[in-house]
């Protein structure tokens, strides 16, 4: 490590330091863990204090052949930080600095080492948000916000953090990268590799993010549904019209019952007992000792198909939170705009969503117990259009329930179609634990979704996700190939090399320039050299219009999108077929937001020839919000220069 000293960057091999960054808290490990193995620790452990030093440090460990694992604040759950044996792991918590922030520009430009709770304070101060608050807000860092392509509990509004990320710098061991509002207008630009590439292609050193003034007013409510189908029509229905929440949560019927806000709800607002009953003691007494504690998990979790089917048979009520929030003005008229849909429901009242806003963060921190106790538990999030979202739900929760117990909400919500969030407990080693995954995995690429909406890839789905992107794994290739061509940086995490790819899906059928309409996700797969004037007409002729019209045809006018060119919330691309000299083709976009890696549509549309893409659209005379006006492409917002150090 003489050579390394001699950098002057911060730097430990102390047996403390280096085993703190053995892991993250992939769940999987935990299990490994009880089991008396564990990843290996780092050689060291690198703290740099600013861009220069990251970049002294990269070419280091280029030169010296010495894999780079890049840290953040150890919050990720699928084994993308874990330690690599002889490896530096670069923790970049040291810098947390605020660079710049404009409140009439609406930006802050941030170091990544900074924990998302510190900026969210940093910026309530004065008077303004990001809006992303996902529940590992206090043990997350922005720089692990991008590289996991991470979304928040109010993604429904203010969009995932890759919405929010207008421009970055990073840095690879090719050289510094400048992406997004920050690239050049003449070249590609990076940052839709970069982000959810999880430190494999660059290392993020700062980030330009939106931001939003702080809410005066906020409006939460919670309503009973008959059964999930009347739930995710109402969710739909929501997404899709004038009025926009800021929060829409749905609890199946178990979640609904077992961890449900409202249940929690009345809990808290029960009148005080003089002591606890006989039953409550008893557990309180078997919860002391960890033996039997753990024998009365057994039964439940060595059946779980036997207990899945009982608890299918609790009633089919299921619970849904709504909020808005804004100038009271707009909140007064979003909720007046949605009552029609929410009177589908039974109104349940303000406590059970203020109960939830109160608790949002703690889910974090309650598998423990599950591990403590003999068993184990992991949450699985994916997603798919509202067309898709019930084979989708169906198929994971059978997959995951041969093995586990499952429960599920949906979270993130977007017109296009919506999140799953599973939660599952189960008992055994992790060989167990690996069929239970393998299982949910494929269920959910089967059922046409995509395998991570917002956890990222890391080790647990880096084969699943590679799969998902089929043939256009190869522009991760080259971007990796230019980029970091020794393969230091996070070696093993994101891409399987050996995950077979497809040659993959057929041409469009049809003259064009509409091939095919999705009424329920509102979707319309079209022709990328389509003159607009065409396709709007032929859009109008079933009804539909583009929720952001191009000014010249869908594919050259994607790639000349500069980011943030749109306006905030709306999603210009959905999903992209393209063919690659050689014949294979690949379609990318399953679902909305997915972080199956890197978002690889940009790249796709210049590395292949485009066959089809999949464009929002609004219904003519619905009352949606839509563009009314075409889109210039570089109308990009205007940001400060990037950090230099």
């Not at 330091?17 to 993250?24: K, S």
């Not at 990843?39 to 703290?47: G, K």
């Not at 969210?120 to 608050?133: F, N, P």
Request: charged letters at 20%; proline letters at 10%; glycine letters at 10%.
């Amino acid at each position: 490590m003489d050579a390394l000293r001699q950098l002057g960057v911060p730097f430990s091999t102390d047996p403390l330091d280096t085993g703190a960054a053995r892991r993250d808290l992939w769940p999987r490990a935990t299990l490994e863990a009880r089991e008396g193995r564990r990843p290996p620790a780092p050689a060291a452990v690198v703290w740099p204090r600013n861009a220069r030093e990251v970049r002294a440090t990269v070419a280091w460990a280029r030169n010296a052949g010495v894999p780079v694992v890049p840290y953040g604040a150890g919050s990720g759950v699928c084994g993308g930080a874990a330690g690599i044996a002889g490896a530096i792991t670069l923790d970049l918590k040291r810098m947390a600095a605020v660079r710049h922030f404009d409140q009439d520009a609406r930006v802050v430009v941030v170091e990544p080492g900074m924990l998302g709770q510190h900026l969210e304070a940093w910026l309530a101060h004065r008077g303004a948000t990001i809006g992303h608050s996902p529940s590992s807000i206090l043990c997350s860092t922005v720089g692990g916000w991008a590289a996991a392509r991470s979304a928040g509990q109010f993604s429904s509004f203010y969009g995932v953090f890759d919405d929010m990320l207008l421009a970055a710098t990073a840095e690879s061991p090719a050289g510094p990268l400048l992406g997004g509002g920050w690239s050049s207008p003449h070249a590609e630009d990076p940052l839709p590799l970069l982000c959810g590439s999880e430190g494999t292609l660059g290392i993020f050193t700062s980030l330009a993010i939106r931001t939003w003034p702080l809410a005066p007013h906020r409006w939460l409510r919670a309503y009973a549904f008959p059964h999930l189908e009347a739930a995710w029509d109402a969710m739909r229905s929501l997404m899709q019209g004038p009025a926009l929440p800021f929060v829409l949560r749905l609890y199946d019927a178990i979640d609904t019952r077992i961890g449900g806000p409202a249940r929690k709800a009345a809990r808290a607002q029960a009148p005080a007992r003089p002591g606890p009953g006989w039953l409550q003691r008893l557990r309180e007494a078997v919860a002391e000792v960890p033996a039997l504690h753990q024998h009365l998990l057994e039964p439940a979790l060595a059946l779980p198909r036997f207990v899945n089917r009982i608890a299918g048979h609790i009633g089919d009520e299921v619970l849904l939170v709504v909020g808005f929030e804004g100038q009271s003005a707009r909140v007064d008229a979003d909720v007046a705009a949605a009552a029609p849909v929410l009177a589908r429901g039974r109104d349940l009242g303000a406590a059970p969503g203020e109960y939830w806003y109160a608790h949002r963060h703690e889910v974090s921190y309650k598998l423990a117990p599950v591990f403590a106790g003999g068993g184990w538990a992991d949450t699985m999030e994916v997603a798919a259009p509202w067309s898709r979202l019930d084979g989708l739900h169906k198929a994971v929760r059978a997959a995951l329930g041969r093995r586990a117990l499952v429960m599920a909400h949906f979270s993130h919500a977007y017109a296009e179609g919506c999140s799953i969030y599973f939660s599952f407990v189960g008992r055994g080693g992790v060989d167990v634990y690996d069929a239970t995954w393998a299982d949910g995995l494929a269920a959910a690429a089967e059922a046409g979704g995509t395998v991570t909406h917002h956890h990222g890839v890391g080790q647990l789905k880096a084969r699943a996700a590679t799969r998902e992107w089929g043939a256009a794994a190869r522009i991760f290739q080259e971007a990796r190939a230019a980029w970091d061509p020794s393969g230091i940086l996070n070696p093993g995490r994101v891409y399987a090399p050996d995950a077979a790819a497809a040659m993959g899906p057929p041409p469009p059928a049809g003259a064009g320039p509409v091939y095919a309409l999705d009424a329920t996700a509102h979707l319309a797969e079209v022709d990328p050299a389509a003159d607009p004037a065409a396709l709007a007409q032929a859009l109008a002729s079933r009804g539909y219009a583009l929720r952001v019209p191009p000014d010249r045809p869908p594919a050259a006018w994607l790639t000349a999108l500069r980011r943030g060119a749109v306006p905030h919330p709306f999603t210009p691309l959905f999903a992209v077929q393209v063919r690659f000299p050689g014949g294979a083709a690949a379609r990318l976009g399953p679902a909305p937001r997915s972080a199956a890696g890197p978002d690889l549509r940009w790249a796709a549309l210049r590395r292949g020839h485009a066959e089809m893409v999949q464009l929002p659209v609004v219904p003519l005379g619905g009352g949606a919000p839509r563009l009314a006006l075409p889109v210039d492409p570089l109308a990009a917002p205007p940001l400060p220069s990037p950090p230099v150090d």
